[in-house]
């Protein structure tokens, strides 16, 4: 049965070579590759990058098609300052982009330190002002195509942003680039939803939805990446009082229908929370999440399972019907879901890092009205007659792998609280658990803190949030380490998940693309 599902899953998503990586979390969006041949090891002196690449700030993970790897950044007014800078280095990367950008004025050594000497206004810890002759052309989302063997650009598409995260995290896009044969679509921070030709980067079609829709702006900007289905583009605007997903032709950019919101959750009960009582919808509600929507066949039907700010809502991608919804947000206000749901079968996963709330299963019924619930954090807790009782997995923002009926995912919300586990899919029982606690501020680690993965060649490869690379066994019976590498261009916060095609491993952090050859032979 599970052979089956992944072989209609490979069948039903975007057409591309195996060796392709043309979307968040790769062919079949599970973070899993059919690549084989892949390094059991690194070498003793480290891995040697095939390049590493200085890029503006973000975290969207990379994607791959056709030798050409895509990267969504910011070209920003303020420099982030890496280990290793000095003046001649930021010099050279400024000139670099202000070359890409086609703007004739240069930085000189002399020009950014008057910058640093007479600024007055407050620069944000680890940034420093660009002079406003340069700065004027910065501040921009960039979608830049590489050569993927090199990294070396081949074209370059910008456009103006005035996105400031209020939390202080980076201000770069945090949606991953889609691929297909001819085009590529991008999500910014600000929710600018664009449609290039993926040969040219000349722009085919653009909508603003922070405009075209009543948006109330969410805690980090935008962070769910659209997914394709039947030329249809399924993005999570969170447009009130009912568009809290919309479907745009993927040819137009028109809109072709909108769906969830107010009619979604009005009066809904509040699942896991004291008493739970009932929502009321007031039209301020953020409806938006991090999570990206995702695609599956159950019952014969095709399903978006689409994890809003409130919870799951399982919709058909053709028309926005919904056929069921679970309640799902954390109590406290400042929380998000950021974890994509996971499907086997007619059983789909959640997960949240927020409030203890954890994780559920809900087996799907036959005509897609509703579900019951196999197990929950919650559930476990009632039981248990215990509320305080840890949750078996917290998903922050990474999405689990699933082999062999089991879950690996790295658990916890922040550094001091991240730990690697395996969990039975369908029974939520912990087999093991691996503590990767850190302190951000506190002495190097060698822990990887929380991560993401992809599953290759019956291994898994990690990127921990610390830069830490590491092979792991897939063994539901411990953790079980094949090599690790701490990667010299890479700090944290290392939060893009990693990508891999035609054997070359692209990693991200908010400085730097790396990549790595992993093939055994060439």
Known sequence: MMKKLC?????????????????????TADGVSTETGLIDAFPKGGLKPLFAKRIGTGYAAPSIRDGKAVV??????????EEGDNFETVVKYVNAELAAL?????????????????????????????????????????????????????????????????????????????????????????????????????????????????????FFGVGSTPVLEDGLLLTMVGGQPNSGM?????????????????????????????????????????????????????????????????????????????????????????????????????????????????????????????????WSDHQRRVQADNPRLDEVLGLHWMTPIIHEGNLYAFSGRNEPDASFRCVEFTTGKLLWNQDEA???????????????????????????ETGKLGLFALNAKKPEELAAYQVPQLRYPCWAAPAIAAKRVYLRSEAYLVCYDFAKER
């Open 7 to 27: 072989l209609l899953l490979i069948g039903l998503s975007l057409p591309a070579m195996a060796a392709d990586w043309p979307q968040f979390l790769g062919p």
């Open 72 to 81: 969504f950044h910011r070209a920003s007014k303020l420099y982030k300052v």
């Open 102 to 218: 086609k703007a004739k004025e240069r930085l000189t050594v002399e020009d950014l330190q008057k910058s640093l000497k007479d600024t007055t206004r407050r620069v944000p810890r680890g940034y420093i002002p660009l002079p406003e002759a340069v700065a004027k052309h910065l501040d921009v989302e960039v979608i830049d195509c590489l050569e993927a063997k090199t990294g070396n650009l081949i074209w370059r598409h910008a456009y103006p942003t005035g996105y400031e995260d209020p939390y202080g995290y980076n201000n770069g896009p945090r949606c991953a680039p889609l691929i297909t044969k001819d085009r590529i679509y991008t999500y910014g921070a600000e929710g600018v939803l664009l449609c290039l030709d993926f040969a040219t980067g000349k722009q085919l079609w653009r909508r603003d939805t922070h405009k075209d829709f009543t948006v109330i702006p969410n």
């Open 246 to 374: 919309v479907a745009f032709d993927a040819k137009t950019g028109k809109t072709v229908w909108t769906s969830t919101g107010k009619q979604t959750w009005d009066g809904t009960a509040k699942t896991g929370w004291p008493g739970e009582p009932r929502m009321i919808w007031r039209g301020q509600e953020k409806m938006a999440s991090y999570a990206s929507p995702v695609l599956a066949t159950v019952h014969g039907k095709r399903v978006a399972f689409c994890l809003m700010r409130q919870g799951l809502v399982a919709l058909d991608p053709k028309t926005g019907k919904e056929y069921f919804k679970r309640w799902f947000r954390a109590r406290v206000n400042e929380s998000v879901n950021a974890s994509n749901p996971v499907v086997i079968g007619d059983q789909v996963f959640c997960s949240t890092a927020y409030s203890g709330d954890g994780s559920f299963v809900l087996k799907i019924k036959k005509d897609l009205s509703g579900y019951t619930e196999v």
């Open 438 to 464: 850190w302190q951000k501020y506190g002495p190097p680690s060698n822990k990887y803190g929380r991560g993401s993965f992809i599953q290759a060649d019956g291994k898994l490869i990690v990127l921990g």
